[in-house]
């Protein structure tokens, strides 16, 4: 499958982002404005500034000698990198494969266009939807990102805007009457307001390049005016220049720049976000809102993902499911709803009851137009073997480990293994209730030769206790305001610290029963001092 990337690029990022922010000033010419050597320069402008003939790079002094009415205000480019960024979330709608460029968007679909019925209609979706958001765009698709780059920036103003969706022919070029003056940047809409979309065919990258000025190929402008002034101005001047000749005047970036135009050097374009390896998509004719349909269309994307996952033959760990609804703005996130598992699963009846519990918190608005399900997390799950009578199978364990963590939160549900401590609240550890500790390869057993209590207390609560010393178990002992007097006793066994630890008595257990067949479990801290007072603490309970 060919290679095919959307690059698009919005020529007045910088003022469309104020006018979101600020719609009154719409109609006003604008003006962005930074610093630079103790002067304001403009650094973009709305269309009706343009129109007035403010162009970026003049002072703003200037600037307001052209147009009086002229609003500035200062360019924010932290806040419109991040502004861009959530268009390049707000992108995988159309494709997992998006990255901010600059000040634009670039769109990896191969393979994703024929779900939008061809690239025409992926473009015009593009367009109307940020169109819609107010943005001025301009649109191009290729068969690598530097073509696609060039051209959405470089090529000229379109003869047809929008609802036409393409330049002359199947994705061609304008005609060199439409051109009009070689080598000059293009608008970002045509005159009637629309926005160009230019489609190129597959391998017809360098009929589209050639008619294209130098700088195109993102070069320095150092460079560009080096190449200009020994004639070489047009991309496609460069074909007839043996390719030595023009390394040793002018480095290997220009073939370089050329080489990953036409296709021949790889270039990579780095996603917004990681690509999970397993993931479904569902767009709709109509938009849903019911809780029936929202059910179906989980119920659809699940079936789908999980036969993915079985040829692979994997579970997943974790599923995000994103609603995208048509009434969504570009910045705001789409709604997502996550579960997990204790395990690798792909029973879809299994994981869709784990979502049942959450589909409620979706809220449809107008209606959800586009729901992808996604597997970040996955891990190997193979054929199951059981016994002849069903016995080997803990599914339903697991099933129902999974509906508590996602009700409660993974954290909630643990199991307690043993670790390799002396110390009582330091024998034991959580972890996962279906997993191993991470620290361990193998699982330690429990204690066998030493009676343990049940129930612990933590910490354990200081008692007063009446006791022959240096070894003799307590007679009577006071808890809470209750006295309990002893009736048989077992002990001591000494218990210490680790040794690296630089605080930790030794500490001397007994088990003991009262007098009323509770049994207890004492200890006293620290060595026998004859002037000191033993301290005495109840740490569990027997039975």
Not at 191 to 211: F, K, N, S, W, Y
Not at 403 to 413: A, E, M, Y
Request: with cysteine; proline share 10%.
């Amino acid at each position: 499958m060919a290679r095919r990337i959307l690059s698009l690029w919005l020529p007045r990022f910088a003022t469309d982002a104020w006018t979101r922010r600020r719609p009154e000033t719409a109609a006003r010419p604008l003006a962005a404005v930074a610093a630079e050597r103790g002067r304001l320069i403009v650094i973009a402008t709305n269309r009706a500034a343009e129109r007035a003939g403010v162009l970026p790079g003049v002072t703003l002094a200037d600037a307001r000698a052209v147009e009086p009415g002229l609003t500035s205000f200062d360019a924010d480019p932290a806040a419109d990198a991040a502004l861009l960024d959530r268009l390049a979330g707000w992108a995988l709608r159309w494709t997992p494969w998006t990255a901010a460029d600059g000040d634009g968007l670039m769109l990896d679909v191969t393979g994703c266009a024929h779900l939008f019925g061809g690239e025409s209609e992926l473009a015009r979706d593009v367009v109307e939807r940020l169109g819609r958001a107010g943005f001025e765009l301009r649109v191009a698709i290729a068969d690598t990102p530097a073509a696609a780059w060039a051209v959405a920036r470089y090529a000229l103003t379109c003869p047809h805007p929008l609802p036409l969706p393409r330049c002359a022919g199947e994705g061609g070029m304008p005609s060199p009457a439409q051109r009009g003056r070689e080598g000059t940047r293009a608008e970002g809409r045509g005159e009637g307001g629309g926005t160009c979309v230019h489609i190129i065919p597959p391998h017809a990258q360098r009929h589209a390049l050639d008619p294209l000025p130098m700088a195109a190929l993102r070069l320095p402008s150092d460079t560009v005016a080096a190449l200009d002034a020994v004639g070489l101005r047009r991309i496609g001047d460069l074909h007839g220049v043996p390719r030595a000749t023009l390394a040793a005047r002018f480095g290997a970036e220009p073939m370089r720049r050329l080489d990953q135009a036409l296709g021949q050097l790889d270039e990579p374009v780095s996603p917004h976000r990681p690509v999970v390896p397993h993931s479904a998509r569902l767009a709709f004719a109509e938009p849903i809102s019911t809780p029936d349909d929202l059910a179906c269309a989980v119920r659809h994307l699940l079936d789908t993902l999980c036969a993915r996952l079985e040829r692979s033959q994997e579970g997943a760990r974790r599923l995000e499911l994103e609603a995208h609804r048509i009434d969504r703005r570009p910045e705001d996130a789409p709604q997502t709803l996550i579960i997990g598992t204790g395990r690798p699963v792909r029973a879809p009846a299994a994981l869709m009851r784990l979502f049942a519990e959450k589909l409620e918190r979706i809220e449809p608005g107008l209606g959800i137009e586009v729901m992808t399900l996604a597997a970040p997390v996955v891990g190997p799950l193979g054929a199951i073997q059981t016994g002849l009578d069903g016995g080997g199978d803990d599914s339903g364990l697991g099933d129902l480990v999974d509906r508590l963590g996602n009700r409660l939160g993974p954290r909630s549900v643990l199991r307690l293994v043993p670790r390799a401590s002396w110390l009582p609240e330091r024998a034991v550890t959580g972890c996962p209730a279906l997993g191993v500790p991470a620290n361990q390869s193998m699982p330690l057993l429990w204690p066998a030769d030493r009676p343990r209590p049940v129930r612990l207390l933590a910490p354990p609560e200081p008692i007063e206790a009446v006791a022959p010393v240096p070894d003799d178990p307590p007679r009577m002992f006071r808890w809470r305001g209750v006295a309990h007097r002893v009736r048989r006793a077992d002990g001591p066994e000494r218990l210490e610290s680790e040794w690296w630890r630089k605080h930790g008595d030794p500490r001397d257990y007994y088990r003991v029963e009262d007098s009323e067949g509770r049994r207890f479990w004492l200890f006293r801290q620290g060595l026998y001092r004859p002037d000191t007072a033993a301290r005495w603490f109840l740490h569990g309970f027997f039975g």
